[in-house]
């Protein structure tokens, strides 16, 4: 009897902790659910898992826009090339479209001493870019130290041309050859009204999903300089350039010969930063236009003077380039990086003869 006892004691035993263990599982499965399904709703809510790629890729070190040292829209660095358009400044291109929505513009000078702009896109789009106009020769150098972008112009003479399509520092697109990206504007008339949208242009490479990787350095903590809130570069009659600065929203303003350089939104164009890089520039050997006048180069390799605005005060000093397809290195007289304002840069690239006065 207490055998038999004994036997059935243990056989309960068994039971009871069979019973427990899939008690306990069942629990676990339950707060598993539970919390998926909380995870999955309301303000926790996960995305569903999809098929399709990513527009964007987490950014490292605080999710940055590598050109502009801004926060990255959503939180994530776009998986897109840099973008540089070509954009007319003639007096009868004005007013343009899209630049406030750029990470940096470098203003060239070219034939005649007028100015073109290198408009460079990659955190940020525009409905409307433009107008945009032929490239140049020294497009190459401005360009080739953006991790191979995308270059968008409209035509360019033939050696300019066979020197884009050669280079493997850019991915060269005529827009006159893409003519579905092209937008002509009512109101415009050639050549002033070719314009496109920055994703009809990053659409002609949907597969080139590698961005840049950075140009300069940024810090909201301005360095040490000297106070000065105006840059005039007297670069010719047609590109007197002039830039105030407006404490009230830590911008400088752009004008041209005293007027204000407004957009077609009504915005006066703008930025957080203003570099003025000095180089020695001089005619190449084609021409450029029908007038006859020499297209211009200019040494982007070695180093020269510059002179960074930002926050109401110049910081002086040196660029320097290694290579064509290094980044330029903006660096104070002793040696240090000039760290920029983050937001939109403006380049000036600007001849080494012109002399910049500021106050």
Request: proline share 9%; net charge neutral.
């Amino acid at each position: 009897m207490a055998k038999h006892s004994k036997g059935n004691t243990h056989r309960i035993r068994q039971a009871v902790l069979a019973v427990g263990v899939a008690l306990l599982l069942a629990v676990i499965l339950l707060v598993g659910v539970e919390y998926v399904h909380i995870q999955s709703t309301g303000d926790g809510h996960v995305p569903k898992p999809s098929n399709t790629t990513s527009t964007q890729v987490a950014a490292p070190g605080g999710a940055k826009c590598p050109l502009s040292g801004e926060p990255a829209p959503g939180g994530k660095v776009p998986d897109r090339p840099a973008l540089g358009v070509m954009v007319d400044n003639y007096p009868s291109a004005r007013p343009q479209r899209g630049i406030q929505n750029a990470d940096i513009v470098f203003e060239q000078p070219v034939e005649a001493f007028i100015t073109r702009w290198v408009v460079v896109f990659q955190c940020h789009e525009s409905n409307l870019v433009g107008d945009i106009r032929s490239a140049r020769y020294m497009d190459l150098g401005i360009l080739s130290q953006l991790s191979k972008p995308l270059y968008a112009h409209a035509g360019a003479i033939i050696p300019t041309d066979n020197a884009l399509a050669a280079s493997s520092n850019l991915i060269d697109e005529n827009v006159f050859s893409n003519p579905q990206v092209i937008q002509h504007l009512p109101g415009r008339y050639a050549p002033y009204d070719t314009f496109a949208s920055t994703s009809a242009l990053w659409g002609l490479h949907p597969g080139d999903r590698t961005p840049p990787r950075p140009l300069f350095t940024y810090s909201a903590t301005p360095p040490h300089g000297t106070p000065a809130t105006q840059a005039h570069i007297p670069i010719s009659s047609y590109a007197d350039i002039r830039w105030q600065y407006d404490p009230s929203t830590k911008q400088y303003l752009l004008s041209y010969s005293g007027t204000p350089a407004m957009l077609a939104d009504g915005r006066q164009i703008s930025a957080a930063n203003v570099v003025v890089q000095f180089v020695h520039v001089y005619n190449g050997p084609y021409v450029e236009d029908a007038e006859g006048a020499y297209g211009v180069r200019a040494n982007f390799i070695g180093s020269g003077p510059l002179i960074v605005f930002r926050n109401g005060i110049k910081v002086e000093g040196t660029w320097s380039r290694s290579s064509q397809t290094s980044p330029t290195r903006l660096l104070t007289s002793n040696g240090g990086t000039i760290n920029l304002q983050p937001g939109l840069t403006w380049v000036e690239i600007t001849p080494s003869t012109v002399q910049v006065t500021t106050r």
